[in-house]
């Protein structure tokens, strides 16, 4: 069993920038690639980012040059720094674990909203 919490989102002007956190819990020394996702309202849920064991990234064409993945696995901790922020960056941000051998899990979500 893998817990996740997702914490750093919130209310940012549009050009700002927020970073935002996924801590794991329990067995956490069996994760290994970790994702971020995001989900607009009245859209599917969409791949943002990705970070495999190691250490190599992919994003969305969408993010890609505004959003960085990072992890810290003495932490146990995934990390999305997302810059530039648009008003489309609206959306629940979840975070994602696959561990071994074949389990996924999922974080409850946070919310980012990109507003004037």
């Known amino acids: 069993q893998v817990q996740l919490v997702e914490s750093g989102g919130g209310l940012v002007q549009p050009g700002g920038s927020l970073r935002l956190s996924c801590a794991a819990s329990?067995?956490?020394?069996?994760?290994?690639?970790m994702s971020w996702y995001r989900q607009a309202p009245g859209k599917e849920r969409e791949l943002v980012a990705v970070i495999s064991s190691d250490f190599s990234t992919n994003y969305a064409d969408s993010v890609k040059g505004r959003f960085a993945i990072s992890r810290d696995n003495a932490a146990n901790t995934v990390y999305l720094q997302m810059n530039s922020l648009k008003p489309e960056d609206t959306a629940v941000y979840y975070c994602?674990?696959?561990?071994?051998?074949?389990?996924?899990?999922w974080g409850q979500g946070t919310q980012v909203t990109v507003s004037s």
């Open positions: 994602r674990a696959f561990v071994l051998p074949t389990y996924t899990y």
């Open positions: 329990g067995s956490a020394s069996l994760i290994r690639t």
